[in-house]
C-alpha cells in the first residue's frame, strides 16, 4: 500500500482545508529545546516528518504529547545522546537540531541528515557558521561531534543565502553571550515563524523578514503556546492540481500574502483567483495557459518547492516555456517519470524546456522525492486514463493525507 492510483481526465469540484506548515513547524520544534518546561504547538501537520521530530526530541528526553494537530513539548529533562539514525537519515531537518542544542547542553553527536534527494545538500556552511561561534567540529566517516562551553555572539557573511542555516544560527544565537548578526539573511516565511515564536518565548532578534537579522542573545526563555501557519506549499500544491485538472476548488486557510510570486504565476497561466476572509476560491475553466519562462529562488521568488507543479502545469498547457532551478541543482529528477506520462520535456544544465505537446496519458510512475512525487500525483490528475504513484511514502513526508485532500477537492483517487 506504498502506492496512489489515480482516475485523471476529470475536473476537480469541493474545497479542503490547508494544513499546518511542515517547514515552520520542524524549526518551531526544534526550538522548543530551548526552553525549559512545556511549550504547545498548536496546527502542527500529521505528517512523517513532524513524527520524526518528535522521535528525536524524545529520544533527547523531552517529553512529547499530541492531540491531533496539538503538541506539548515538555523539556525539562534534555540531555545529550545519539539521535535515532534512522529518524537522522530521512530527515534533513534534523540539522535544526544541532544549533539547539548546542545552546542547550553544549554537545552534540549526529550522522549526516538525510531528507529529499534534491541536490548534494552539504551541510559544510552550518559547520563553518556554529565554528565562528566558537563550537568546535570534529567530522567523521558517517557523521560528526560538536561542542561548545557557551555560544558566543558572532557576525556572520554567508556566501550564499541559505534557509537551513540562517535557522540554525538563529537558534544558536539567541542564548548565546553577545549579539549575533546574520548577513545574507533567507527571509522565507517559515524564518518569520520562527522568529516570531522565539520572540514570544522572549527572545531579542531585529530585522524580521529583511536579509539582515540581528540577534541579543538573553539568559533564558519562557514556554509558550503558539500556532503554526497554513502551508503555502500545499496550498500552491492543490492550486497547480486544480490548473492541471481544470475545475473549481475553494482552499480553506491559504496563506495568501506568503504566496504572492505563486499566485501571480498562476494567474498569468490563466487561472482565475478569488480571495475571500477565510480562503481562496480557485476557477480553471479552460487548460492553463502557460508561460514563457519560469525562475526559482529565494523567498519571494518562485518557490523551489512548487517548481516541479508548475512543471507539469506548463506541460499540459500546450505551450513551449522554459524553468530554471537556480537553488537546488537536482530538482528535476520527474522530468523522466512525465515523460513516461507522455510529456515533452528536456534538461539542459539548470533549465528545463517544456514542449508545447499539451496531453498527458496515464502511466505506472515512481515517486523520488516528497514535491515531485505531489507533482507526479497531479500530472495524474490531468491525464487520459488511470494511472499509479509508487513511493507514497515521500509524499507523505509533506502532506497529512493528500488522497483525502484531493477527494475532497473531486478527484477519483485512492491508496493501491
Ligand atoms: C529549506 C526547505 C526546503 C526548501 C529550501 C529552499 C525546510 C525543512 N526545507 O531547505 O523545502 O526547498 O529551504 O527554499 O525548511 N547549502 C550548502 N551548504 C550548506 C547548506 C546549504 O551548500 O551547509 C546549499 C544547498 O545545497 C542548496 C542551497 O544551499 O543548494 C540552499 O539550501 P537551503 O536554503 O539551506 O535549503 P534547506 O534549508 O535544506
Known sequence: MDAIRIYGGKCLDGQTRIQGSK????????????IKGTCEIENCPEISDVYHMLRLLESLGCKVTREGTLVRVNTEQV?????PADSVGVMRSSIMLLGALLARVGSVKMDYPGGCVIGARPINLHLQSLRNMGVAVEEGEGGFSACVNRLKGASHRLPFISVGVTENLILAAVLAEGTTVIEPAAGEPEIQTLCEFLQQAGAKIEGIGSDRLTIHGVERLFPVRFRIPADRIVA???????MCAGGRVFLQDTPRHHMESVL?????????????PDGMLVTCRTKPTGCESLVTGCYPAFP???????MVVMSVSGRQGWI???????????VPELRKMGADITVY???????GRGRLHGAVVQAEELRGGAALVAASLAAEGTSIVTNRHYIDRGYEDIVLSLRELGAEIELA
Open 23 to 34: 517547514n515552520a513547524s520542524l524549526p518551531v520544534l526544534a526550538a522548543t529545546l530551548l
Open 79 to 83: 540531555s545529550e545522546c545519539d539521535m
Open 236 to 242: 500552491g500544491t492543490y492550486l497547480a492540481a486544480c
Open 264 to 276: 501571480a504565476c498562476a494567474g498569468q497561466m490563466g487561472a482565475k483567483l478569488k480571495f475571500e
Open 304 to 310: 523551489t518547492d512548487l517548481q516541479s507543479l508548475f
Open 324 to 334: 530554471e532551478e537556480t537553488v537546488f541543482e537536482n530538482r528535476f529528477r520527474i
Open 349 to 355: 544544465k539548470n533549465r528545463a524546456y517544456v514542449g
